[in-house]
């Protein structure tokens, strides 16, 4: 829903009040943790103003990692960044995991370590289970949600939480809870005929989050594939992006980095992490 974009304001030098950081709206334990940066800016000043957090999108690194220190201090925990290639692979983080780490997807049990994925069209979808022992962050962008054979970055992710679960805890799939942060929005959204078909010859249902756009074009409903993907797998509980227009990262351009609007752009992140005051 909608109501679901909340406000959140972060104090510290780099990070202003004004940010108007989105904070998912999900029944999770106390000491999970997550939120989701926006641009924090207006559009004037140039395509990579305000908080971008991506190093490789010829933005000023000093300013960047300025950014990315401003971050961990409001997290209060070390967001890890990813080098992320539009892949399915996942990676579990500890407290020496370095950044640019090569995946699409980060997985941890341990507090103080977040979980972190950047985007600027492309889903972030965040995973933690109900009793709060892991959390994960996946970069779903069309080519990551779609995989190979029907296994994408999300059904990776998936595999990678119930294979820990049932070391530890025994927890199913009706264990875990999503969130969908901003994205491309299916009115924007425009791909040619050979990704429609790549997504109805690995899931022919998934012909409903396609409708017809411009010539030999089609709008894809990203954060409604993605809901199917993950309903698949038997999580049930979804929350966040519902596919409306506030949640559309071209449509928002004070509010998001978008580079299918902007061509070159910064990127904004969302994050997730336990905390270990509230342990």
């Known amino acids: 829903m909608t109501s679901q974009i909340m406000l959140c304001a972060m104090a510290s030098h780099n990070v202003s009040p004004l940010n108007d950081w989105l904070v998912p709206a999900w029944p999770v334990p106390a000491h999970v943790h997550a939120l989701c940066t926006t641009r924090g ?3 004037h000043a140039g395509t990579r103003d305000g908080f971008n957090l991506g190093l490789h999108v010829g933005d000023d690194p000093a300013r960047v990692q300025g950014n990315r220190a401003g971050l961990r201090q409001a997290l209060g925990a070390r967001p890890v960044f990813l080098r992320q290639v539009h892949g399915t ?15 699409d997807g980060a997985l941890t049990r341990l507090a103080g370590v977040a979980c972190t994925v950047m985007v600027a069209d492309c889903l972030p979808v965040l995973l933690c289970d109900r009793q709060g022992t892991q959390v994960a ?16 970055i999300l059904e990776q992710g998936f595999k990678q939480m119930m294979a820990k679960a ?3 805890a025994g927890l199913g ?15 924007a959204f425009e791909v040619g005929p050979e990704v429609r078909s790549a997504y109805l010859q690995a899931m022919p249902a998934s012909a409903g989050f396609f409708r017809p756009g411009g010539p030999q074009k089609w709008l894809a409903d990203l954060p409604g594939l993605a809901r199917q993907r993950l309903q698949n797998l038997g999580i049930t509980e979804i929350f966040g992006n519902d596919g409306s227009p506030p949640w559309c990262t071209v449509g928002n351009p004070s509010r998001f980095f978008s580079h299918r609007r902007d061509g070159v752009s910064g990127r904004f992140a969302a994050a997730i992490w336990l905390n270990r005051s509230d342990l």
């Open 173 to 187: 799939a009706t264990d875990l809870i999503a969130w969908l942060g901003p994205c491309i929005g299916p009115d």
């Open 166 to 168: 049932l070391e530890n």
């Open 137 to 152: 962050a996946l970069h779903a962008g069309w080519r990551g949600l779609l995989g190979d054979a029907g296994t994408g």
């Open 41 to 43: 800016a207006t559009p």
């Open 89 to 103: 692979e996942v990676r579990w983080l500890d407290a020496q995991t370095p950044d640019e780490a090569t995946a």
